[in-house]
């Protein structure tokens, strides 16, 4: 008998439409969010907004975003896993309901400001719609 592995689809619907920033550092300590031992992390496809000590997630309608960061990043693994920084999304087709963040009440704030800061976004709604009976 075979064995289906389903995993989540990507926020990314076009990956060759993306316009990264490479070389972007965080600053970890505007970072709340923890993984299940404990650790800073920010988890893949976070709003992110530029501050003066690095990208921090979004917090507030009042906060100016201008990427989505491409992968997660977690604090205890910067010294491996970010020699050059991580990777930021400033343009590109995107789906906007496989985001983190899809649920918050700013979202659709975050979505305008990040049109008008980044390369260009197009937003469309992932759907699946495979028979599953």
Known sequence: MATANITTQPFIADAKSIDRLNGATIDWSA???VDADG????SAGTIMSRETDGFTPAKDAA???SAILE?????????????????MIVGGVIYDN??????EVNFATWKTAL????????WITYGDSRDNS
């Open 115 to 122: 049109e008008a800061y980044g390369n260009g976004f197009t």
């Open 31 to 33: 970072v709340t969010e």
């Open 98 to 103: 496989l985001l983190p963040d899809a649920g």
């Open 63 to 65: 906060t100016a975003v």
């Open 39 to 42: 650790n800073k992390m920010v």
């Open 71 to 87: 992968a997660s990043a977690y604090a205890h693994e910067q010294s491996n896993d970010a020699l050059s920084g991580y990777g």
